[in-house]
């Protein structure tokens, strides 16, 4: 019989390289999503006739226990949050909400229908903040520096805590900055991208932009998908920092994307302080070692070959 597995944030960039990932390996593919007055669905709309969707919400604890009763799936991967940290300090009671109490919810409906079920936690980098080491592992210690980043520093802890409390076969991902043409707008890397093709073809002169000086390990969502199913796949649970390896400062982000169309970007970026955050986050770099050791994960994408694909497919985009 096929595996199934449920997927939660099935709509975001994630989501839908997961499930296509999932698809790929025979599995029966369950994603919930949440209602809305429009339809959230552009990110699957070429799988969603093979997945099957179903109603709920992260805020919900019922919804989830009633997905879980009724369609049985042994592996659950949560990637549903409210993702974007410059929101986090807009909106910190919702992100605290969803992003944290979130995790429980999904942990103890869980534990209520079917205590078997396998369970990924999408943890983030975002988690070490200030950073206390350099480059981070799976024991540099966390100083987040956004709401954000505190509700993911709780989703990690109950992970892990209901991982030793009930025997829960949950792992936690702690993933660094992973970006695609199907990243949402409002992040850096889709910003950039999209306002490069925009410039190129004459439909805008410039792109407005916080801290140039900020620093990333940035990689490829598809590679990055196969590291939360490779962790389910694993005999015990653990958690695991997935990351590239590498760090790029948003300048240099500008450079490589104006670079792919012939621009300088010198000429396009203004800096607009209405883009600085409340408090940065200003280095981070990862190191995979114990998910390239023991996952066996590796990247195949890197920095270049991801930013310039990412600036050709916004290019065909607003061409059609
Ligand atoms: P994303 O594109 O923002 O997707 C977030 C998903 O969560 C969407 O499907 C969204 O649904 C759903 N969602 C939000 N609130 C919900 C709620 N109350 N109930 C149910 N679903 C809800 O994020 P992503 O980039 O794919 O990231 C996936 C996960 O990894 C997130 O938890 C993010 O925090 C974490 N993460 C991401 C990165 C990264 O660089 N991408 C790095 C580390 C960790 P709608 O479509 O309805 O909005
Ligand atoms: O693209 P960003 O908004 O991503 P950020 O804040 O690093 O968060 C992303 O990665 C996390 C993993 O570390 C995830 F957990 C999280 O869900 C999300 O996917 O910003 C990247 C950097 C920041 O330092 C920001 O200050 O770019 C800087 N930046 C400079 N100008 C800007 C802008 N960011 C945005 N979004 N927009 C700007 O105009």
Known sequence: MAKKALILGITGQDGSYLAELLLDQGYEVIGMVRRSSTVTFERIAHIQDRVTLVSG?????????????????????????????????????LTGET???????????????????????????????????VPQDEDTPFYPRS???????YGHWITVNYRESYDLHASSGILFN????????????????????????GLA????????????????AGDYVRAMWLM?????????????????????????????????????VV?????????????????????????GWHRDVDFPTLIESMVLADLKILQK
Request: proline residues 5%; hydrophobic residues 40%; negative net charge.
């Open 271 to 295: 800096i607009d302080p209405a883009f600085m955050r409340p408090a940065e986050v200003d280095l981070l770099v990862g190191d995979p070692s114990k998910a390239e050791r023991v996952l």
């Open 147 to 153: 709401p954000y980043g505190v509700a993911k520093v």
């Open 232 to 268: 389910l796949q694993q005999d015990l649970p653990d958690d695991f920092v997935v990351a590239t390896g590498e760090t790029h400062s948003v300048r240099e982000l500008c450079e490589v994307a104006f670079n792919a169309v012939g621009l300088n970007w010198e000429e396009h």
């Open 178 to 201: 992973h970006e695609s043409p199907r990243r949402g707008l409002e992040f850096v890397t889709r910003k950039v991208t999209n306002g490069v093709a925009k410039i190129k073809l």
């Open 99 to 133: 992003t944290a109490m979130g995790v429980t919810r999904v942990l103890d409906a869980i534990r209520t229908a079917d205590p078997d079920i396998r369970f990924y936690q999408a943890s983030s980098s975002e988690m070490f903040g200030k950073v206390q080491a």
């Open 57 to 93: 919400d992260l805020l919900d604890e019922v919804s989830l226990i009633n997905i879980l009763r009724e369609h049985k799936p042994s592996e659950v991967y949560n990637l549903a949050a409210q993702s974007f940290v410059q929101a986090s300090w807009a909106q910190p009671v």
């Open 205 to 220: 002169s410039e792109i407005r932009l916080g801290n140039l000086d900020a620093q990333r390990d940035w990689g490829f």
